[in-house]
């Protein structure tokens, strides 16, 4: 079974984006996600990690408390509990499963990983705990069996619980970790910013604004935007397509999957920050009225299920695809 995109890699890029510029020190679950992170990038072996794992490495701090790292434990075991309940429903959401899917299986196995390099009794007992849990169910994970090839261990004696996760999980569904070109090859260039995945405010100041302090206006957005074929939505197989008709003063934005239309993100609700009231996507598109002139610094495009506790969370501009 084939991943849609390399979905360690973007959940890397979106850590780092969500955090900032480096010196930008984090804490709590989003610093013990960073350091997880890390590990399962050098677990990877791959030399195109390497700037993830410098960009992340920069804006952590300490290593985390035993006793923080047992309570996120604690985290992904009701985080499992809830994908066994998702799956027992008889409701036919299959997209949502996907997604819940990916983030259960990520926060068990950084949960595995911090209490193995954490220590402590609280720690190892809380692990081995949820992955008793996980182990029975194995069958969940289908969907992220090449993700698990790719992390598992090379020619080691000694299998941890978050290796017999991965080994488990690729073993199970015969999954196949994509081709890579391997850190001891000596042709291997790294030139691409950290950031492979960036959200709308970041871009657009990343761009040739004449002045980023001043109002942006429609036709220039247009224009900026027509040099993007497709935005990502985090953990989807859906893209979107978003254009500006300046005229009309419209934002509009098509779900597509491939080269086609798509309806599967009907329902959602997708918003900039210029109207109080988000849009709703139907027959596969939305429409947003936009103001005449717009604050690049704080222009946005965010999206979120159609869940009444969904978060809302920013859509993302791969550079240079």
Request: with cysteine.
């Amino acid at each position: 079974m084939k991943t849609h995109l390399d979905l360690l890699s973007d959940r890397a890029a979106d850590w780092v984006a969500q955090v900032g510029s480096p010196g930008t020190t984090v804490s709590g679950d989003l610093a013990l996600c960073g350091h997880a992170l890390c590990e399962e990038l050098r677990r990877r072996c791959d030399s195109a990690d390497a700037h993830l794992i410098e960009a992340i490495e920069t804006r952590l701090g300490p290593t985390p408390a035993a006793t923080a790292v047992a309570a996120f434990v604690e985290s992904a075991t009701a985080g499992w509990t809830g994908l066994m309940n998702s799956l027992d429903r008889e409701e036919e959401n299959f997209e949502h499963v996907r997604r819940e899917t990916r983030d259960v299986f990520f926060s068990v196995l950084d949960a595995l990983i911090l209490a193995e390099e954490a220590g402590g009794p609280d720690a190892g007992r809380a692990a081995q705990s949820l992955f008793n849990a996980v182990v029975a169910d194995l069958y969940a994970f289908e969907p992220m069996a090449d993700v698990a090839a790719e992390l598992q261990p090379r020619g080691q004696v000694e299998y941890r619980l978050s290796d017999l996760l991965c080994t488990g999980v690729a073993r199970m569904f015969d999954g196949q970790p994509r081709p890579r070109v391997r850190p001891q090859d000596d042709r291997v260039e790294i030139s691409e910013p950290v950031e492979e995945f960036v959200p709308l405010t970041v871009w657009l100041q990343r761009g040739a604004l004449a002045d980023p302090r001043q109002p942006l206006t429609l036709a220039t957005l247009a224009k900026r935007l027509a040099e993007v074929p497709a935005w990502y939505v985090k953990w989807s197989a859906q893209q979107l397509r978003v254009a500006v008709n300046a005229a009309a003063r419209e934002l509009t934005v098509q779900v597509i999957e491939g080269a086609a239309a798509s309806r599967a993100l009907d329902g959602w609700q997708i918003r900039t920050a210029t109207t109080a009231k988000p849009a709703t996507i139907k027959v596969g598109a939305a429409t947003i009225p936009l103001p005449d002139k717009l604050d690049p610094s704080k222009l946005l495009l965010q999206i979120r299920e159609p869940s009444a506790n969904a978060e809302w969370t920013d859509v993302f501009a791969r550079l240079g695809a």
